[in-house]
């Protein structure tokens, strides 16, 4: 069984030996790479003794010296203190200066001290990150050396951005917290917060207080039988969200709220069902996912609540801009109502597209008036945009393109290589989420300025953003796994010079940037950074090839007798054969020490006839997804990769030889999702028992089945059950379908594991 170790990367290095001071002439690592850097003469010490100097009255030049003090102190050990005055000798200092485009800042360290200048407040917190990152090379404590260095830097895009939803599953005010400290520290500006849908409400709103008494909280789905999860939820107080952007804006980040319409509507209409069609909701589906029929209604009471909300909102976030959705729509019960077709009639609109982009433009012209600029989702467009609205657009870049063409401004959020709930590898690690991989090279690969616009028209690409939804990202400690380090790769491909772009160089900056960002409480992906293997194996053979690779591109060192890895152990090069019972041990190494996401493998005949979820095949791809178990109600629960409209696994060359059992561990889910007419194309073959059977055919799915599971043992079992049945004598590899079946998708069973028994 492959056992990985997961351990951060700032863990990682201190344990490894690796915090050793770079040599003084060496320029610093930096993250996003800045436009222009040239080396210096000599190095300036810095110490706890070494003054922040700033201008007098310079409040904004004032609190990016605090904001440098304050990393400087959590990260090396020593606050600077913080002195008014001019004199740049023998200190830190700040002060306003033309440097170009807005953000841009250029820092000088020479053997005399350290100055940063720019021409606005962003800019001079951008300048403070810098010279922190020099100064946090190596994670020691004290005083440190900086090179002597010229810096003029400037950001390639004005948007660059990550979105959290806090709707579907709630991230404390702390949690928020440290996600601005951590976007701060790789110079992202733009916090979408998604505080609103139909799992939850998020935000207070005084004059509604049902919105948060109601719809803040829900219980989970279940399987049938299952016993009931805790209630869950929270909602942001108007003085906690004041207090969070307040220090969202001390660190240069704006924040820019979302309030859905006229879809993803069910938590407003579940607290206030008369701004709803009228159609009842069954209890309990503010616990589905997926996406739901339930719109709000064009009366003028609702447009006058929704009025309010957005003015408690506006009261609340200063951003010019306020996101109002626009996305996933199901138009059903608005096509299915004689008073919404009445309305259309009367206002001579054909089609409920267009009476979205109506009911869009109404909450457009509110927004106009009170000096704010609405954002929208890509849907938007095919009813009309306003010409005031701007557009993210999250299926694909298309939506960019056509709003750039049409002279709106956009922002790339492209579905799914810019998703994090999107994996970013397959192994034991990776926290449940969407089954599409979305790995770091491909983000950091991204490219946010589309082929055939004009000069003028590729103005309006604002920048990018990465999106982060929680429906499968429980806890906050998955969430900050998905959002570093592919945050950092958005970060530096909305900053840096497109020239400067390079995965490797990335890959280098990037372990001393999770490293520092570990003191800040981060506990980044190590999906990266992890050995992977691959084995093939025929029955019968004493030997097995073995495939091992890393997505960072860092030299895979080995050990085959048991021992420790380190870099001096053997490279790996391409491929090994190995004996069977050979304990092969490897991991990544970077600059002298090895990096986390090693793995201990023992090759013995169980490891070699075992596949898990995360190694079996999806038969069709169809909604591939990484669902956690409803049970237990504490604790670890198992989490399975499963197409929720096709459950089928594919086993490709498994050794069958030699094997007289199968084993195949199951778990059952709740099917809870919001899907449709998809729904009633989910077919399964008529179980024999009543509570079905997973069969294994070999071949195809139409192939001879070989082997029959009852599913009854699982059936009491919330958790994990292994089931055990004979197989069909065969001989050497064979592919093998595992399906199951059943009367109907309730539950929905998974696989964790299939292991042929000699």
């Known amino acids: 069984m492959i056992r990985a170790r997961r351990l951060t990367l700032l863990a990682s290095l201190m344990l490894s030996g690796i915090a050793t001071a770079p040599a003084i002439a060496e320029l610093p690592r930096l993250l996003p790479v800045p436009a222009q850097m040239r080396e210096g003469e000599g190095s300036f010490q810095i110490t706890s003794t070494t003054p922040i100097r700033v201008p007098a009255n310079d409040a904004a030049a004032h609190n990016a010296a605090e904001r440098f003090a304050d990393l400087v102190a959590r990260s090396r050990g020593f606050r600077p203190r913080i002195e008014t005055g001019a004199d ?359 490219n946010p300025e589309p082929e055939g616009l004009s000069a003028a028209e590729q103005q309006h690409i604002l920048g990018l953003q990465g999106n982060l939804f929680t429906e499968h990202v429980r806890t906050e400690e998955r969430a900050q796994w998905q959002q570093f380090p592919r945050g950092s790769a958005v970060a530096e491909i909305g900053w840096s010079p497109v020239a400067s772009h390079d995965f490797a160089s990335f890959m280098d900056r990037l372990v001393p940037q999770m490293a520092r960002m570990g003191r800040l409480g981060l506990k980044p992906a190590i999906s990266a950074l992890t050995v992977t293997a691959k084995t093939d194996y025929a029955p019968g053979d004493k030997a097995a090839r073995v495939t091992l690779e890393s997505q960072s591109g860092f030299p895979i060192h080995y050990t085959l007798d048991g021992s420790a890895v380190t870099p001096r152990a053997p490279v790996y090069k391409d491929g090994l054969s190995l004996p069977v019972g050979t304990r092969l041990r490897a991991g990544t190494a970077w600059r002298g020490g090895m990096m986390p996401g090693a793995i201990d493998i023992g090759l013995d005949a169980s490891f070699l006839r075992r596949r898990t979820d995360e190694q079996l095949a999806s038969c069709a791809n169809k909604v591939v997804l990484s669902l956690e178990d409803d049970a237990p109600a504490q604790g670890e629960r198992a989490h399975f990769l499963t197409d929720i409209l096709q459950p089928c696994w594919l086993y490709v060359d498994a050794p069958v030889g030699g094997a007289t059992r199968i084993a195949i561990d199951v778990g059952q889910l709740p099917f809870n999702f919001q899907i449709g007419k998809d729904r009633d194309a989910i077919h399964f073959r008529a179980p024999a028992t009543p509570a079905g059977e997973v069969e294994v055919r070999a071949g195809s799915c139409e192939g001879e089945r070989i082997a029959v599971l009852p599913l009854a ?40 594991q299939v292991e042929l028994i000699p």
């Not at 958790?719 to 009367?743: D, F, M, Q, S, W």
């Open 713 to 752: 043992p699982a059936v009491g079992n919330p958790e994990v059950t292994r089931l055990i049945a004979p197989i069909a004598p065969r001989n050497g590899k064979a592919n093998l379908c595992i399906t199951y079946t059943a009367k109907d998708v309730e539950p929905l069973w998974a696989i964790k």
């Open 88 to 446: 740049a000798n023998n200190a830190i200092s700040f002060r306003r200066a033309k440097t170009g485009a807005a953000e841009s800042y250029t820092l000088d360290v020479t053997g005399k001290g350290a100055e940063i200048a720019a021409g606005d407040d962003a800019g001079l917190l951008y300048g403070a990150v810098t010279l922190w990152q020099a100064m946090t090379q190596d994670q020691a404590a004290g005083p440190v050396a900086v090179a002597a260095m010229h810096i003029a830097d400037t950001p390639r895009f004005q948007w660059r951005g990550l979105m959290l939803d806090s709707a579907r599953h709630f991230q404390s005010p702390a949690y928020v917290r440290q996600l601005i400290d951590w976007m701060a520290v790789n110079k992202l500006n733009r916090l979408h917060w998604h505080l609103v849908d139909d799992q939850g409400w998020r935000i207070e709103i005084p004059k509604y207080p049902r919105l948060t008494e109601i719809s803040a909280w829900r219980v989970p789905a279940g399987a049938p039988g299952a016993p009931p999860l805790p209630k869950v939820g929270g909602f942001y107080t108007q003085a906690e969200i004041r207090e969070i952007v307040a220090y969202a804006a001390a660190r240069g980040v704006m924040i820019v709220p979302e309030i859905e319409m006229p879809g993803h509507a069910l938590a407003a209409i579940r607290a206030y069902p008369a701004l709803g069609m009228g159609v009842p909701i069954p209890p309990g589906t503010e616990s589905d996912w997926g996406v739901f029929p339930w719109l709000y209604n064009v009366d003028d009471a609702t447009f006058g609540f929704l009025e309010d909300v957005l003015t408690d909102v506006m009261a609340l976030f200063p951003s010019p801009y306020i996101h109002i959705g626009g996305d996933e729509a199901v138009k059903d019960q608005w096509k299915s109502s004689p008073t919404m077709q009445a309305k259309m009639k009367a206002l001579g609109i054909s089609s409920e597209d267009a009476m979205q982009g109506w009911f869009m433009h109404r909450i457009d012209d509110f927004l106009t008036k009170h000096g704010r600029k609405p954002i929208g989702w890509d849907e938007i467009l095919e009813g009309g945009a306003s010409p005031h609205a701007t557009i993210t657009s999250w299926r694909g870049i298309e939506g960019a393109v056509t709003a750039a063409k049409s002279g709106h401004d956009a922002i790339l959020s492209p579905a799914p290589i810019l998703y994090f709930d999107n994996r970013q590898g397959f192994g034991p690690l990776e926290p449940p989420g969407r089954g599409h991989l979305s790995d770091l090279r491909s983000v950091y690969d991204f």
